[in-house]
């Protein structure tokens, strides 16, 4: 496939192009759904293709085919390049400076699991089955009312060839277990929940069984549910769920919502954007990290990047195209790992400090507003008091502004959620506007 991204390249030049690039891939896509006792959904899918940008007397277009046949590329790419030079002149556009793909780190980040082949279609129905089986071994095994679990797994590879002589290619392999579960509420209700894990290599999945509990467990934990009083309160974001919150924020480091005009940040590098527990760097070099890479979507060398130091704004994700646009060096196009300045206090010793309040434990609805900052999104958690989980809430909504969001942050825990690039810890806000009852 390197070997075809090559010859792509090469032959969009024949036909005209001044400088190409070529993105070819392989993915291999497996999941099985399993639901209340019986295999409910299988699907297995190998993919493969290539993407071609094209830049044509100064315009621009990105195609992509699945016909890898020779003399198929060849009509496609001559077609192409002249469906471009019918396009609008876009000056911006170029590939990188080719200084910037020096430099990759040597660092093995270990994304693909050398050991993908040995699992089988036996072992991942098995998996399945464990996971609701796990769910339902509970005390309160009455009140539910249905079990979906699912495994899923992949396998990728890519290559990227550029005419300015970059050359590179990557390969990863992903591992997801999860169990959702529904429940009888006394009242009618039908409380659900859910539990996801997953990794870049098989070995660092959790055990099923493990999974399947939690999953029943959180949702048993929302019977009973009542809206809380409505006020400004302190806030503690569960790990999981902070998430939301924080690729909310993130939107706003977008360049191109810098040159349109259209994000809260706009302007704002060098600003404070919160106080100085707010420290988060970009690191795509961490060793079988979900968003790890050596080199960018444009093949620029991938390097740690901090965004918020002491809660000052250091850098944005800004391509090619839109450094271009701005007059800013680019630095690239999108996250990879969040890597937090954490605090020394876990979940349980922040639920004291906070005294009373609400823990958050996920977001459900509700809407961001990327050009004001504004945002408004309902919750679901439970009361804390006098530092104690209490009676779990619903039903309600917290809203407010980024920019003064963030400076109201109170805590940062030391328990960054394992299971997704954002890395996120427990976070404690004070003075959040809730609306209950």
């Known amino acids: 496939m390197l070997d075809i991204a090559g010859k792509v390249v ?45 830049y044509v007397d100064g315009r621009y277009a990105s195609v992509s ?67 609701e089986v796990a769910a339902r071994n509970t005390t309160d095994g009455a009140r539910i009312l249905s079990v979906t679990t699912s495994v899923s ?31 009888q509420d006394p009242d009618g209700r039908r409380p659900e929940d859910a539990c996801y894990a997953g990794g870049r290599w098989r070995g660092d999945v959790p055990d099923p069984q493990g999974i399947g509990e939690e999953a029943t467990r959180r949702t048993l934990s929302r019977l009973g549910s009542q809206k809380p009083a409505s006020g400004q309160m302190t806030l503690l974001v569960d790990a999981r769920a902070a998430g939301r919150m924080v690729s909310s924020l993130l939107g706003g480091l977008s360049a191109s919502g810098w040159q349109q005009k ?102 459900l609805g509700g809407n961001a507003n990327g050009t004001t900052g504004d945002f408004s999104w309902g919750i679901q958690g439970f009361a804390i008091r006098g530092g104690q989980v209490a009676e779990p809430i619903g039903e309600a909504n917290i809203s407010g502004n980024h920019l003064t969001l963030w400076p109201s942050l109170l805590a940062v825990g030391d328990d960054p959620y394992r299971y997704s690039a954002l890395g996120t810890p427990t976070l404690v806000f004070g003075g959040v506007n809730v609306a209950g009852k």
Request: aromatic letters at 8%; zero cysteines; charged letters at 25%.
């Open 262 to 363: 259209r994000s809260f940040l706009e302007g704002k590098l060098g600003q404070a954007i919160g106080n100085n527990l707010l420290d988060i760097t970009d690191d795509p070099l961490v060793v079988r990290g979900l968003g790890s890479r050596r080199f960018d979507g444009e093949g620029m060398a991938s390097h740690a990047m901090p965004l918020f130091a002491d809660g000052v704004m250091q850098n944005g994700f800004i391509d090619t195209y839109y450094g271009k646009k701005l007059q800013m060096a680019p630095t690239t196009g999108r996250m990879s790992n969040l890597r937090w300045r954490l605090g020394d206090k876990d979940r349980a010793a922040l639920l004291q400090d906070v005294g009373d309040g609400i823990l958050v434990t996920g977001f």
């Open 153 to 183: 797994d992949s396998q990728s590879q890519a290559w990227r060839v550029h005419s300015d002589g970059f050359a590179g290619e990557k390969a990863g392999t992903s591992y997801w277990l999860g169990a959702e579960v529904s429940v």
């Open 10 to 54: 090469e032959r969009a030049q024949v036909h005209g192009a001044q400088q190409a690039a070529a993105s070819a891939y392989q993915v291999r896509e497996v999941s099985v759904q399993w639901r209340d006792g019986a295999v409910e959904k299988l699907t297995e899918a190998t993919t493969r293709g290539v993407g071609v940008e094209l």
């Open 65 to 131: 085919t699945s016909d890898l046949r020779p003399e198929a590329l060849d009509t496609f790419l001559a077609d192409a390049v002249a469906m471009t030079r019918a396009l609008a002149e876009d000056p911006f556009r170029s590939l990188p400076d080719p200084h910037l793909y020096t430099g990759q780190a040597s660092v093995d980040l270990q994304l693909a699991d050398p050991h993908y082949a040995n699992l089988t279609a036996v072992q991942r129905r098995d998996l399945a089955q464990q996971l």
